[in-house]
């Protein structure tokens, strides 16, 4: 059974970090692109930024010079660090794995706001 269970969301402040973790088991975490999604209320779901085998690294325009994706395959686990917060990085956000098949985490809520 595939899970990707993700943490680390909660509420900060204009300017203030978060590190989001998502946890995975029941694939072959090694091979596959881990990605961080987000959606916001009325929005389409986005990608943030992905991380592929290899640990070559994409992010999303909005987010560039300030988040940060990594992954720790010995313990099947991917991170994104968050700094400088914005309050339109307010959203949902997913952890995504495809490597032959594509899964979804259950999401975090972030929500940035003084």
């Known amino acids: 059974q595939v899970q990707l269970v993700e943490s680390g969301g909660g509420l900060v402040q204009p300017g203030g970090s978060l590190r989001l973790s998502c946890a995975a088991s029941?694939?072959?975490?090694?091979?596959?692109?881990m990605g961080w999604y987000r959606q916001a209320p009325g929005n389409q779901r986005e990608l943030v930024a992905s991380?592929?085998?290899?640990?070559?690294?994409n992010y999303a325009d909005s987010v560039k010079g300030r988040f940060t994706i990594s992954r720790d395959n010995a313990k099947n686990t991917v991170y994104l660090q968050m700094n400088s917060l914005k309050p339109e990085d307010t959203a949902v956000y997913y952890c995504?794995?495809?490597?032959?098949?594509?899964?979804w985490g259950q999401g975090t809520q972030v929500t940035v706001s003084s």
């Open positions: 995504n794995s495809r490597f032959a098949q594509e899964y």
């Open positions: 029941g694939i072959i975490f090694r091979l596959a692109v």
């Open positions: 991380i592929t085998s290899g640990s070559i690294t």
